[in-house]
């Protein structure tokens, strides 16, 4: 979810809500407090402060924590000293974290960032009651606060009580009107319960177009007529968010654009070639070539601009297809088929997903009870995290790795036409084979699950036919999802003469 935490530096691009702030940034009072020579007096514990704000700009974390450590030394009693140590330790050593919180809290009760900071740590950790309370005690110092309003409806919302988040969600609003957290985490929340026309104008108020904008020539589309005009849809969020949402390239060629292409990551360019509607396709990671694009556009604000509603969505499959050759160099791989049921298994997602604790299988192993169903031959579509278990000598399961020969997507689209199905935790791997028009089962986290799976339903309106939803019943209990899943893949092959 999206909290508010201080400062947020460069934050990557993200589709996923967010909470307040960061490290507490120092405001200088000395312009020679960073580079002070040698024969200067030794650094005062607020010089050290600010040297750990400009090591944290950096990305010198280690150095920032040094800093700190002793400015501490010196002055036990510099709050905002504690509040930054403890944002610092969070993620590796969370009791050393929570400690360096409570003593700036003591410090300074009144500093409602540093009680947000220590009520989002408590809220990863799952401690949602001390969460809650954290944030309700920054709202008895400023009812207004709507940072604080957001994150409380982050955590209202991960904890199901939706309707108390999303009056939160207002709350933050109504005091700031401009409040892009808040607004991209109520986008959250009504796009899950399938509320489309206010969900899809809230979620512009997320980062990338502001960013994008920067770095091209000409404007935004905002639905000008198209008729005769170029369009650069541009990349944001992650391989799934592009997979998903460059299906309106052919929605901009039926509105009347000459040419559509798209700018993807490197791994999807060769795949983004099949894309249906798409003239051509080019890596971010090289030099556009200067076609004189009329407009840009950002996949994800595509749905407004078309007005996609539960009912309209783009959704005739496949949008893209596998290419021949290396189709054929697949079948050679995986060999003829020999009556059995071929699996394909991906058991885990990006690691750095903010929700990937959850949303992924904590080892391959958890998926044993599909490889004993009778009649099914499992492989491994695994790349990253996770692609090593797979690799091991001896798999906590039978199957065959074909990890290590996926260069890219347009590889793992000519394996996926090999197989019969792919059961697949919620990252790109699911939205490639609904895009493929293949069978697909998604394992869905209680958690925090992703707002585009909608709630309540165990199909997908964006991959009609195609695609299959298993939801976890509580949290962190996958043994019985995977259970339904087993008994259901038993059902799943005996009609097919396996």
């Known amino acids: 979810m999206n909290e508010t935490r201080g400062v947020r530096c460069f934050p990557p691009f993200a589709a996923k809500p967010r909470q307040a702030y960061g490290y507490l940034a120092a405001t200088s009072h000395r312009a020679d407090s960073y580079n002070a020579p040698m024969t200067s007096p030794p650094a005062s514990a607020e010089d050290l402060f600010h040297r750990s704000t400009r090591l944290l700009q950096e990305g010198d974390r280690a150095g920032a924590e040094a800093a700190l450590r002793e400015a501490l030394r010196l002055r036990p009693d510099l709050a905002e000293a504690h509040a930054n140590l403890g944002w610092l330790l969070e993620r590796d050593r969370p009791e050393e974290a929570e400690t360096?919180?409570?003593?700036?809290i003591a410090l300074q009760p009144w500093q409602i960032p540093i009680r947000l900071n220590f009520g989002a740590m408590l809220a990863r950790r799952k401690r949602f009651a001390e969460a809650e309370s954290a944030y309700r005690r920054a709202l008895a110092i400023d009812p207004d606060a709507p940072d604080a309003w957001s994150n409380l409806g982050v955590l209202l919302a991960?904890?199901?009580?939706?309707?108390?988040?999303?009056?939160?969600?207002?709350?933050?609003?109504?005091?700031e009107p401009d409040h892009r957290k808040a607004r991209f985490n109520l986008a959250?929340?009504?796009?899950?319960?399938g509320r489309f026309e206010e969900g899809w104008d809230c979620l512009e108020a997320r980062e990338p177009a502001v960013r994008l904008a920067h770095h091209l020539a000409f404007p935004q589309w905002q639905g000008e007529p198209l008729d005769g005009k170029s369009v650069l849809i541009g990349f944001e969020g992650g391989y799934g968010d592009m997979i998903q949402f460059c299906r309106y390239a052919e929605l901009l060629k039926q509105a009347g654009a000459a040419r559509v292409s798209v700018l993807c990551h490197p791994g999807l360019r060769g795949l983004f070639t099949t894309?249906?509607?798409?003239?051509?396709?080019?890596?971010?990671?090289?030099?556009?070539?200067?076609?004189?694009w009329d407009y840009w556009t950002l996949p994800l604000s595509l749905p407004l601009r078309f007005g996609t509603q539960r009912d309209s969505m783009p959704a005739r499959l496949p949008y893209l297809s596998a290419d021949p050759q290396r189709v054929r160099r697949w079948a050679e791989i995986i060999g003829e088929r020999d009556g059995f049921l071929r699996v394909g298994l991906v058991w885990k997602g990006n690691a750095r997903h903010e929700n990937d604790a959850d949303r992924s299988l904590p080892s391959l192993a958890a998926l044993a009870p599909l490889a004993a169903v009778p009649g099914v031959r499992c492989f491994s579509l695994q790349k990253g995290a996770g692609e090593?278990?797979?690799a091991a000598p001896n798999p906590p399961l039978p199957l065959i790795d074909l990890g290590a020969q996926l260069g890219d997507f347009a590889d793992t689209a000519a394996a996926l036409m090999q197989l019969d199905l792919l059961v697949t935790v919620d990252t790109a791997a699911a939205h490639l084979a609904g895009a493929l028009g293949r069978p697909?089962?998604?394992?869905l986290p209680d958690y925090q699950p992703d707002w585009r799976w909608l709630t309540d339903t165990d199909t997908s309106p964006w991959y009609p036919q195609v695609m299959r939803l298993f939801r976890q019943k509580a949290a962190g209990d996958w043994d019985a999802t995977i259970a339904e899943v087993a008994a259901a893949l038993h059902a799943f092959v005996r009609p097919q003469g396996r």
């Open 100 to 104: 360096h919180y409570r003593h700036a």
């Open 158 to 175: 991960s904890t199901k009580r939706e309707r108390d988040a999303e009056q939160c969600y207002r709350a933050a609003l109504a005091a």
């Open 188 to 193: 959250y929340l009504l796009l899950r319960q």
């Open 275 to 292: 894309l249906r509607g798409a003239d051509d396709a080019f890596a971010f990671d090289a030099a556009l070539p200067d076609l004189g």
């Open 388 to 390: 090593e278990e797979a």
């Open 440 to 443: 697909c089962w998604v394992l």
